[in-house]
Nanobody, 123 residues
Framework: QVQLVESGGGLVQAGGSLRLSCAASGRTLSTYAMGWFRQAPGKEREFVAGISWSGGSTYYANSVKGRFAISRDNAKNTVYLQMNSLKPEDTAVYYC????????????????WGQGTQVTVSP
């Protein structure tokens, strides 16, 4: 089992940057592929980015390609989401999730979830 805690959310102006962190406890994080998801008011939860267990493969939603970057530091049991050139439409609660499949793809089985962290981008 693994427990996930997100941090780093907050209020930022459009065009700014934030770096989200997801700290894991329990099982070693390297066991899992990791993903970031977000849910905006009135919308369903959406895949944002994913990374394989080794970090060798990454996946991004089209809406964030070129602006967001997912990375991981397995030695620190932490996954990051660097968010640049933020837009108001990026406003959402962001969640990290873990899955043992190892791919980090949008359709992977994400079975462990953090509590979420709010990201608000003002125009």
């Amino acid at each position: 089992q693994v427990q996930l805690v997100e941090s780093g959310g907050g209020l930022v102006q459009a065009g700014g940057s934030l770096r989200l962190s997801c700290a894991a406890s329990g099982r070693t994080l390297s066991t899992y592929a990791m993903g970031w998801f977000r849910q905006a008011p009135g919308k369903e939860r959406e895949f944002v980015a994913g990374i394989s267990w080794s970090g060798g493969s990454t996946y991004y939603a089209n809406s964030v390609k070129g602006r967001f970057a997912i990375s991981r530091d397995n030695a620190k049991n932490t996954v990051y989401l660097q968010m640049n050139s933020l837009k108001p439409e990026d406003t959402a609660v962001y969640y990290c999730a873990a899955d043992i499949t190892g791919r980090g793809s949008p359709t992977a089985r994400y079975e462990h979830w953090g509590q979420g962290t709010q990201v608000t981008v003002s125009p």
